[in-house]
Nanobody, 123 residues
Framework: QVQLVESGGGLVQAGGSLRLSCAAS????????VGWFRQAPGKEREFVAR????????YYADSVKGRFAISRDNAKNTVYLQMNNLKPEDTAVYYC????????????????WGQGTQVTVSS
C-alpha cells in the first residue's frame, strides 16, 4: 500500500518557477513508477510527466517538455516536479500518482493518487 501527499503548489507569476513534491509512504515506493497529472477547471485530467523507479526512463507531455523536470529521491521516498517558465495555461490542480506496473501515461493505469495541490499562474 502506498499513500501519496503533494505539496509545493501556490500562486506564481508567468515566467516563474515552482517545485512540487510528492511524499510517499511504503517501503517499496522506490520500485514504483510515478506520474504527475493535472486538471484545470472544466477540463479532463491530463498527463504531465512520469518517471520509472530507476529514474532512467522519463516522459513528458509536449506542452511541458523543456520547462518541467521530474526527479526522485528514493532515500526520501519523494518525487519532485520542477516547473520553470510557468505559463497561465499551466494553472491546474496537480496530482502525483504511482503504479507498480510498467511506465504508463494513462491515468487509468495508476492505482495510487495524492489529494492534489493547486498551481495558479497569473499573467
Amino acid at each position: 500500500q502506498v499513500q501519496l501527499v503533494e505539496s509545493g503548489g501556490g500562486l506564481v507569476q508567468a515566467g516563474g518557477s515552482l517545485r512540487l513534491s510528492c511524499a510517499a509512504s511504503g517501503r517499496t515506493f522506490s520500485t514504483y513508477t510515478v506520474g504527475w497529472f493535472r486538471q484545470a477547471p472544466g477540463k479532463e485530467r491530463e498527463f504531465v510527466a512520469r518517471l520509472t523507479w530507476t529514474s532512467t526512463n522519463t516522459y513528458y507531455a509536449d506542452s511541458v517538455k523543456g520547462r518541467f523536470a521530474i526527479s526522485r529521491d528514493n532515500a526520501k521516498n519523494t518525487v519532485y516536479l520542477q516547473m520553470n517558465n510557468l505559463k497561465p495555461e499551466d494553472t491546474a490542480v496537480y496530482y502525483c500518482a504511482a503504479t507498480r506496473w510498467g511506465a504508463p501515461r494513462n491515468d487509468r493505469d495508476y492505482g495510487y493518487w495524492g489529494q492534489g495541490t493547486q498551481v495558479t499562474v497569473s499573467s
